[in-house]
């Protein structure tokens, strides 16, 4: 599809391990943003890249979350040390680049990374 | 205090009700006003897109903006069974980039029983 992909759908892992969480953007997005969403809770900021770098990363929690796009298309968001508090959906969503208020700036999602740590 | 308030759910209506969904902000520098709509595992997508102050309608939905009161509201008109989802307030101020970083409600689960 054209749509935003995430992978995995969903991974549960053990306190303390490793994850890698991939999202394949929208062609032609150069904006790809990754949110957070807590059970019952809104989308929270992460980190949002504008082509390869990350313009505004300031919503990392801490230095154990850490994102990539090395070739301005494909993403990777590492979480390293995983503790329970971890355990979230994480959203990708890609945008074009904006033009000004007429433009929604409208973000496209995917269907999300569910992490589980026990 | 969130910057962004959204009245608690669950909202259970009859079919063909009207629905009201609200939020409320505290950051003055948002300009951008959004509403999102998001279906069960689903991630969310946009319904409505207003900037600065005043009403916007498409169909059955009127997205309303009030930046004197920092007060936003969607309305839903003759409500489905297939308007039951998760209804995501979200706003932006201006940027400098080229991309905007949207701040959520958390979110009003609604219920369209048939």
């Known amino acids: 599809g054209a749509g935003v992909s995430q992978t995995p759908s969903n991974k549960v892992t053990e306190k303390g391990k490793y994850v890698e969480l991939r999202c394949d953007p929208i062609s032609g997005h150069t904006a790809l943003y990754w949110y957070r969403q807590s059970l019952g809770q809104g989308p929270e900021f992460l980190i949002y890249?504008?082509?390869?770098?990350?313009?505004?990363d300031s919503g990392l929690p801490n230095d154990r979350f850490f994102a990539v796009r090395p070739e301005g298309s494909v993403s990777t968001l590492k979480i390293q040390r995983t503790e329970r508090g971890d355990s979230a959906v994480y959203l990708c969503?890609?945008?074009?680049?904006?033009?000004?208020?007429?433009?929604?700036?409208?973000?496209?999602f995917g269907e999300g990374s569910r992490l589980t740590v026990l | 205090q969130k910057e962004v308030e959204q009245d608690p759910g669950p909202l259970s209506v009859p079919e063909g009700a009207i629905v009201s969904l609200n939020c409320t902000y505290s950051?003055?520098?948002?300009?951008?006003f959004m509403w999102y709509r998001q279906y069960s595992r689903k991630g969310p997508e946009l319904l409505m897109y207003t900037y600065s102050s005043g009403n916007k309608e498409d169909g059955r939905f009127t997205a309303q903006v009030d930046k004197s009161s920092k007060y936003i509201s969607l309305f839903i008109r003759d409500s489905q069974p297939s308007d039951s989802a998760t209804y995501l307030c979200?706003?932006?101020?201006?940027?400098?980039?080229?991309?905007?970083?949207?701040?959520f409600g958390s979110g009003t689960q609604l219920t369209v029983l048939p």
């Open positions: 979200a706003m932006s101020a201006e940027t400098s980039g080229s991309a905007r970083q949207l701040t």
């Open positions: 890249f504008q082509g390869t770098g990350a313009a505004d």
């Open positions: 969503a890609s945008s074009l680049r904006l033009a000004g208020p007429s433009n929604t700036g409208e973000l496209f």
């Open positions: 950051n003055s520098a948002f300009q951008y």
